[in-house]
């Protein structure tokens, strides 16, 4: 068994002296584990830094086995952002996000979704908006998808608010009773296109990018982390308070 | 039936350094072997060490250091500048950082980096016990020696922020970064060409 495709380097843990298991998400295969013999050595770490994008190799003499990994480096993503505070959240965030992906299914959306955020990583006020877009698919992938097509109260008007407790779209109309308990949809987040940052509309406020990582963030911890017994990540906080530090 | 060649005391012992970083079975066999054959020379005072060690050192309440003096003898130093507080990953960076003799200050082991995939959180790294450290010593530099990796600068960067908001006037550092003593640039990684760019001088 071997496959060879783009990967994007999410973690590595070692094994034996020299050796590292790494993890990646594999643009056709999805999150797929292997052992990198010598990732442990000077010239190795550099390119197995999460959120670097490489050529993945890798070779079993039978699928469900472990397995080899060879790597490659295409674009050293990582090493770009080292000092930049934020954007090293963004990725710590979006390699803890990919992490939850059951192993070994496909999954080329994610990776697109991924890919384009690695691509934003230069530009604070793009990135934290597909992050959160791509929560929103993420949480739908896991089986847990929020409903922001229509008002769970049968209201109409836009759709400002959504529900904690069913992930469903409220109106401002039939949300304002309940406002303080529900949770904001930013304009950018809804299916209808209505939001901006989509197409030629202009960048989300950083306020609403704050409030859709929030809102992912909420149910990501609900319906995975907690019935998994892990902790949240805590760059969301930080990420969430450098937007509203820089809305102010 | 195949009957074991070595006792199960020796086999205990083998098991054990097989453990060690480095050794292996066949190699802790040898180290074993070897260790028997020179008695009085070797395993009886490595034996006699070990159970010292055991005995004597622990893990520094102040720095994180290991040592057989509590707080160990680095904090307690007084030629050492009470003021500069580096912090570092590892025990291993702390005594590399002594080897090379760069630091004359204090130091600080995190004993590990930030990671969200094996939910290392700020608390499990004793970053709250840091900060109460530095306003406690009224320190006016803390260098932020962590690894040049994405979860090591993560790490500075979130100690950096908490201190910024804790002791504004704290002078935050960080080691330079780019080409190694007898590095050539053809052999350089993108990363560390790029790094070395930024911070010419």
Redesign the interface.
Known sequence: MDWKETAII??TWPHG?RGVIVEVLAQNRGRWRGRVPGGASRKA??LL???NIVQADWRARLEDQLGMMRIE?ID?I???H??D?FA??G???L??DL?LLPEREPEPAMFRAARTVLDHLGEPTIWPALLARLELALLATLGFGLDLSRCAAGGSGPLVWVSPKSGRAVSEEAGRPYADKLLPLPAFLRPDGQGEGQGNRPVPAARDQADALRLTGFFLKRHVLTPRG??E???RD?IIRRLKERDT | MSRTPVSPEIERIIQLLARL??LGPRSARRVTLHLLKNRQVLLDPLARALAQAMETISTCPECGNLDTERPCSLCTDPRRAQDVLCVVADVADLWALERAGVHSGLYHVLGGV??????T??EDLGIPTLLERARRLAVKEVILALP????G??TA??I??ALRAALPDVKLTRPA?GMPVGGELDYL????L??AFQDRR
């Open positions: 999410l973690g002296e770490r550099p830094q999460p959120g480096l050293g990582a090493g770009r080292l000092a505070p090293l959240d990725l710590a965030l390699v803890a992490h892990l902790k990540p805590h760059a930080r | 970083p480095g930030l990671s969200p995939i094996d939910g959180t700020p040049a990796t994405v979860e600068q993560t960067h979130y950096a922020d970064q990684d993108e990363n560390t790029r790094a």
